[in-house]
């Protein structure tokens, strides 16, 4: 039997694939919220080809900002950092990370957006990874690297780099002047992170404790995180990464867990959970009154139906 019919494949198929549609539908409100769902989601996408073009040359005074992006989440990152533009009237030295799908028009829609913002390519940031952290030495990171996304917000945007970034996930939108965040970026001391509506780490806390050698602080949020890059212990990362897959498997919450584990026994800048919202009620994603809204889960209704149309920028940017 060929690799794609296996035993394991078809139950899959027969079994797994259709419980979790149905799960996925359930949690979505079923197939006429979902519809209305993604005609939401493709009106985004349309709007965002439409915002201005951020003319205004980059603010030296502010360490850069990361997204990891790519051709299904490009209209989510222009919305994103579009918004925190608009609302703090600075064009930021920005940095998108290429997730692995870019075309030539995902590209060409953010040039035309943010002509300021770097691309990096993935191919190009693949090199330079393995050239800074050889496969041989380092492969559980390279495996992560190849089969979990997310990995990148934390390897791309920081080896080999000095001094503090900030990277951004693209599910987000500014209502509001975040002075928290801005006071962050004027002098960077010591990291920043969200605040989760609980622990999501993927694993056991008394282990990552056990790898940090000390407690793990709770409610960590990787949505919006500021890391000092030069002072990032590939070895120790690449150590705790084993462990944690050989011990427990791999999980969607690596990454989390990872930074967690970095920010354990550290005095951290902890974004205001009142004023930046990790998965904003539909009340608030009605009517914002919040700084920042994060998009997870079941609040992606609300970001995809009725958040991004608050964001409605005067003509010419």
Known sequence: MSPALSPGRLVYLAYHRPLAWLARCRREGGPGNQWTDAQGRRAMERAAATLPTARMPPAAQFPELHF?????????????????????????RAVLHDDGSFDDATIARLRTLFPAAEIRRRADNDAIFATLLPPARFPFLHDRRRHYPNILKLTDVHAGARGWRLVLDSDMLFFRRPDFLLTWLAAPGRPLHMVDVGDAYGYPTALMAELAGAPIPHLVNVGLTGLQSDALDWEQLESWCRRLIETHGTSYYLEQ?????LLAGRSCAVAPREDYILMPALAECLAPRAVLHHYVAESKRGYFRHSWRHISPPAGG
């Open 68 to 92: 990891l992006t790519g051709k299904k989440f490009w209209y989510q990152t222009a919305f994103c950092l579009h918004s925190l533009q608009l609302h703090t009237g600075v064009t930021f």
């Open 257 to 261: 867990a990872l930074i967690a584990m």
